[in-house]
């Protein structure tokens, strides 16, 4: 998914028409569009969030247009039977909340009916046909909280400073089979990895069941496991809240999960892989990004980084496993981010959102690769992009053509110290790509990151 300016595609094929009907005047249009762009916001929320238009007029306007129903959600009340068709991180992507379900059509409501993908995609997990009404996206993002509250508050997270004695199996002791209970156990479970500081949660079969593994460092630590009765509803729900699709086990699959910790918003990546003995889920746990100045405390290694910003050229980040590449990469993309500069990314998971920054996931499912990105981001006419884990020949070879098209290049090498990257470019067909890097940050711990110029890191390397 490419995160960029939000859109609402009905309102985007009918904004002249708001003019013909008299609604708005022209120039109106064009200043609600550009705050749309600076605001990151879709036309329709300009136009309502400037008091160019109220929302009532602006739906009534779409539903004859559209010759589709106006429902008004503050007066309806959905049929909680339905809300398995939609999972909450779909209600919420999509803005789309099912209403009720006839035969095998499943009406829903929905701020933007022109959405052809999110109606695809909806049809698709719910396996009927798709009845669209229109209803106010206020409205519809009420209802989500409302409706869906089970769910989110799986999302929520208060650690009460219990590390020295918590334990997610008293929750899984507990004789309740409810779907509440699946959501209460897996709350557990991110509840304790974050007590203990863990960044790598595992779930893997065992013969008791589904096995829970902590890594820290290179330690795996056993936290015990979920019993075979509870196996396949658990992974159904973890599934579920990551927005990966509950019946698909032979493909891997890549999905992302939003919670609260203390009312600070973290992001954990889900990835599952098939093996011989069913499934394996991964979980990755993100931190918000700090601002690069509680980073790096001295503001002459911020200038060196700001600098090699401004010119063609590959600013490297490296570290061990787990040293913190991604929260220093992100540190660094939020600190240029009100720069007039088009800054794009391509990563697997996109782990927070930027403002002013135009990230892009991968989707193996639907054959968006990293060669495919690659190959097509050209035309977006990126002047800085973010590749994470770049590791083929070919991609370094494109990522240094990037700079001799003067693109600056921000990538990512782990490394357990200089030596050890050193010897990971030691080979020849690296040369080129070590010639371009303009700036390398090396993080030996969270406490410890070293900044390098063109000329030190030209000499490290040699």
């Known amino acids: 998914m490419v995160e960029q300016v939000v859109t609402n595609k009905t309102l985007e094929k009918l904004k002249y028409d708001l003019v013909r009907e008299g609604l708005v005047e022209y120039d109106i249009i064009e200043q609600a569009e550009a705050i749309a762009l600076a605001q990151h916001i879709n036309i329709g929320q300009a136009l309502i969030n400037s008091g160019f238009l109220s929302e009532d007029p602006l739906l009534k306007f779409l539903e ?27 209600a919420q992507h999509f803005k789309i909340i099912p209403l009720f379900k006839i035969e095998d059509v499943l009406t829903v409501a929905m701020a933007d009916p022109f959405d052809l993908f999110a109606i695809d995609k909806i049809v698709e997990t719910a396996g009927c046909a798709i009845e669209p009404v229109i209803s106010s996206e206020t409205s519809i993002f009420a209802k989500i909280d409302e409706y869906y509250k089970t769910e989110k508050e799986v999302c929520e997270i208060y650690t009460d400073n219990r590390s020295f004695d918590y334990d997610w199996r008293d929750e899984l002791h507990k004789e309740d089979l409810s779907e509440e209970h699946i959501q209460k156990i897996i709350k557990a479970i991110l509840k304790q990895a974050i007590l203990e500081n863990i960044h790598e949660v595992y779930f893997e ?82 931190k918000p990004p700090k601002k690069l100045d509680s980073l790096i405390t001295n503001k002459s290694i911020i200038s060196t980084i700001k600098q090699a910003v401004e010119e063609p050229g590959i600013i490297l980040v490296c570290g061990s496993a787990l040293s913190g590449k991604t929260q220093v990469i992100y540190s660094i993309l939020q600190e240029i981010s009100n720069s007039s500069k088009n800054i794009m990314t391509i990563e697997s998971i996109s782990k927070y959102n930027l403002t002013n920054i135009n990230q892009c996931e991968l989707n193996e499912n639907i054959g968006f690769n990293l060669d495919k990105a690659l190959r097509f981001i050209e035309f977006q006419s990126p002047d800085i992009v973010y590749l994470e884990g770049i590791q083929t020949k070919e991609a370094f070879d494109y990522i240094s053509g990037l700079v001799f098209k003067n693109k600056t290049i921000i990538t990512e090498i782990m490394a357990n110290n200089m030596d050890d990257l050193r010897k990971k470019l030691a080979f020849t067909e690296f040369e080129m790509f070590k010639s371009l890097i303009s700036c390398m940050v090396f993080i030996h711990s969270s406490e410890s990151i070293d900044v390098f110029d063109k000329s030190i890191v030209q000499k490290y390397l040699a």
């Open 205 to 286: 079969n065992i013969e008791q069941g589904l096995g829970i593994n902590f890594k820290k460092n290179t330690e795996i630590i056993d936290r015990g496991y979920i019993p075979s009765l509870l196996t396949q509803p658990f992974i159904l729900k973890l599934k579920s809240i990551s927005n990966l699709d509950p019946t698909v086990s032979e493909v891997p699959q890549m999905g992302k999960l939003c919670f609260k910790v203390d009312e600070i918003n973290l992001v954990a990546s889900v990835s599952t892989f098939p093996t011989i003995l069913e499934e394996r889920i991964a979980l990755a746990i993100y």
């Open 64 to 90: 004859s247009k559209l010759h589709t129903p106006y429902v008004n959600l503050e007066d309806y009340t959905p049929d909680k039977k339905c809300l398995k068709y939609i999972s909450y991180a779909d």
